[in-house]
């Protein structure tokens, strides 16, 4: 086992359900199979910031359940590399933003140890990152090796139709209804990368619940007014 406990619990959103797949089916698809067959080397996922790597990344250990262990490295980088120790315990490791450690010795050692463990004990990685291995910044070249192995997903970015279609579909899945004129609306208004329009969509889910109201204009105007 680790040598420090890992109570990092999972976004409740962060489903397949509740992720538009529209670009994006291959990885979807490929991801989907890792849990059905409940085998395989693993992946690597690649894209900007707020494109859903986190979201995909939860969402398959949302469906392996106690299979797997999340870790995103941007939360434990301080705690040290001793944190990978014992991972490959579990059948599916997933790493977030693990390019976080790229040029740190101590981490790119540990991350190595922690590949070829998961490959000796018959398990899956999955890793997200900004880039493809190669370009990362992995000091260590076996590191790198070992990565490159991996079969790299880009991650698509949404369009603006396709942004409006992803916050009725998490809408949804939270329960509400958000008209096309309100999702648009709140597009035109706010921040468009994903991250931000979620967190004003989960302040006007918390809001609409109060105060008993639809999602329409006025009440979008209404509360993004307030932010």
Not at 17 to 27: I, Y
Not at 47 to 63: P, S
């Amino acid at each position: 086992m680790s040598q420090l406990a890992l109570p990092l619990k999972l976004q409740d959103h962060a489903v397949f359900e509740s992720f538009l797949a529209t670009g994006n089916e291959a990885l979807i698809a490929f991801l989907q199979d890792l849990v059905s067959d409940g085998h395989g080397l693993g992946g690597w996922l690649r894209g900007g910031a707020a494109v859903g790597k986190t979201h995909l990344l939860q969402a398959f250990c949302e469906r392996v359940q106690s299979s797997a262990q999340y870790l995103p490295m941007g939360d434990v980088v301080t705690a040290g590399a001793e944190i990978l120790d014992g991972l490959a315990s579990r059948q599916f490791v997933c790493l977030d933003d693990v390019d976080i450690v790229a040029g740190n010795d101590q981490w790119e050692l540990g991350l190595f140890r922690l590949f070829n463990d998961v490959v000796d004990a018959g398990g899956t990685l999955l890793c997200s990152a900004s880039a493809a291995p190669r370009d990362c910044g992995f000091e260590l070249a076996d590191l790198e090796s070992r990565f490159s192995l991996l079969p790299v997903y880009q991650i698509h970015p949404l369009g603006d139709s396709e942004r409006i279609e992803a916050l009725q579909l998490r809408a949804g899945h939270r329960g509400l209804e958000l008209p096309v004129e309100a999702a648009a609306y709140l597009l035109n208004r706010s921040s468009r990368d994903m991250a931000s329009l979620y967190q004003i969509l989960d302040k006007l889910d918390s809001e609409a619940l109060i105060a008993q109201r639809r999602l329409t204009i006025p009440f979008v105007r209404e509360v993004i007014g307030k932010l």
